[in-house]
């Protein structure tokens, strides 16, 4: 574990560099725990795959703030399946999608078992990223883990659902991208009008169910 400044009112602290399911628990669990009992000065806490960034204002110095990371660090318990919610995303699929075709050709298999094999996991959100309410959702099978495409589109529609290596996500807008879209969720992902505008947040698990 190390702890660091990032600039003058923020600081990181990293518990690895691997993408790691114990590691992003770690980190998620202690960015619930500033933020539902901050300290003077927290703004926000926000996980990462192995670490947590602190947002602070000019309450809090960045030795105060390490002083505390390492004092809760050693504290809070990072089992936190009783404040896990599973949500179940619907998508539609279609066959004719080039990148489905390009995964069963990587993976050497029917796309019809592609798509049982997408569906059949529990996908954990590690963070959100990239865009606002983009959430990045491990592990994809092994099987069917297929790289992001050598040159990215320039544009990926609002809802799409893609695999990139193990990881898989749901644009929440139209944007470019890389990743090979599966299918697609008319569910809104993001909603800068709601209280909460993401509707998906790090430690939830993810069940995507065919529409």
Same mark, same amino acid.
């Given at each position: 574990?190390?702890?660091?400044?990032?600039?003058?009112?923020?600081?990181?602290?990293?518990?690895?560099?691997?993408?790691?399911?114990?590691?992003?628990?770690?980190? +998620? #669990? /202690?960015?619930?725990?500033?933020?539902?009992?901050?300290?003077?000065?927290?703004?926000?806490?926000?996980? @990462? *795959?192995?670490?947590?960034?602190?947002?602070?204002?000019?309450?809090?110095?960045?030795?105060?703030?390490?002083?505390?990371?390492?004092?809760?660090?050693?504290?809070?318990?990072?089992?936190?399946?009783?404040?896990?919610?599973?949500?179940?995303?619907?998508?539609?699929?279609?066959?004719?999608?080039?990148?489905?075709?390009?995964?069963?050709?990587?993976?050497?298999?029917?796309?019809?078992?592609? +798509? #049982? /094999?997408?569906?059949?996991?529990?996908?954990?959100?590690?963070?959100?990223?990239?865009?606002?309410?983009? @959430? *990045?959702?491990?592990?994809?099978?092994?099987?069917?883990?297929?790289?992001?495409?050598?040159?990215?589109?320039?544009?990926?529609?609002?809802?799409?659902?893609?695999?990139?290596?193990?990881?898989?996500?749901?644009?929440?807008?139209?944007?470019?991208?890389?990743?090979?879209?599966?299918?697609?969720?008319?569910?809104?992902?993001f909603d800068p009008t709601?209280?909460?505008?993401?509707?998906?947040?790090?430690?939830?698990?993810?069940?995507?169910?065919?529409?």
């Open positions: 574990m190390r702890i660091f400044p990032l600039g003058d009112s923020a600081a990181t602290i990293e518990f690895g560099n691997d993408i790691s399911l114990d590691l992003n628990a770690q980190a +998620v #669990e /202690i960015a619930r725990n500033l933020n539902e009992t901050p300290f003077a000065g927290l703004l926000e806490a926000v996980p @990462a *795959y192995a670490s947590v960034t602190v947002f602070y204002d000019n309450r809090a110095t960045f030795e105060s703030v390490k002083r505390m990371l390492e004092s809760r660090s050693r504290t809070i318990v990072t089992d936190s399946r009783d404040k896990t919610d599973l949500v179940e995303i619907p998508m539609t699929i279609s066959f004719e999608s080039p990148d489905i075709q390009r995964i069963a050709a990587y993976a050497e298999l029917p796309e019809v078992e592609v +798509v #049982e /094999i997408f569906l059949s996991t529990t996908y954990r959100v590690s963070m959100l990223g990239f865009l606002p309410g983009f @959430a *990045y959702m491990g592990e994809v099978n092994d099987r069917i883990a297929t790289p992001r495409l050598e040159t990215p589109r320039t544009k990926v529609p609002k809802g799409s659902i893609g695999i990139a290596g193990k990881q898989t996500g749901i644009y929440p807008l139209e944007s470019p991208g890389g990743w090979n879209i599966i299918g697609r969720t008319d569910l809104q992902m709601s209280d909460h505008p993401c509707l998906l947040k790090p430690g939830d698990e993810v069940r995507f169910v065919r529409c």
